[in-house]
């Protein structure tokens, strides 16, 4: 079993920071990419930003030059720094991992999501 936890939203002013963590546990011999996908009320989910194992990284337009994404594969951990936040990133943030339980069997999961309001 394999689970990913997310943790370190909540509500921000406008031009405010947050840092959101996902923990992933269970029966894990390897993670490949992980990433941070978000969904506000009446929009579909968009990728906000993922890491790759080699530490590549890609971002959405929205956030480039204002969010960060980073990793700690000891800890089994994805973080997302969010600085000069605005309005239009209020959204429930999803943690997202490709995990390997054995070689070659590797699944996409889901965490359940956290909400990051912004208040203007």
């Known amino acids: 079993q394999v689970q990913l936890v997310e943790s370190g939203g909540g509500l921000v002013q406008a031009g405010g920071s947050l840092r959101l963590s996902c923990a992933a546990s269970?029966?894990?011999?390897?993670?490949?990419?992980m990433g941070w996908y978000r969904q506000a009320p009446g929009k579909q989910r968009e990728l906000v930003a993922t890491i790759t194992r080699l530490r590549s990284t890609n971002y959405a337009d929205s956030v480039k030059g204002r969010f960060t994404i980073s990793r700690d594969d000891a800890k089994n951990m994805v973080y997302l720094q969010m600085n000069s936040l605005k309005p239009e990133d209020t959204a429930v943030y999803y943690c997202?991992?490709?995990?390997?339980?054995?070689?070659?069997?590797?699944?996409?999961?889901w965490g359940q999501g956290t909400q990051v309001t912004v208040s203007s």
């Open positions: 997202n991992a490709d995990i390997c339980r054995f070689i070659s069997k590797c699944n996409d999961y």
């Open positions: 269970g029966s894990i011999f390897s993670i490949n990419t």
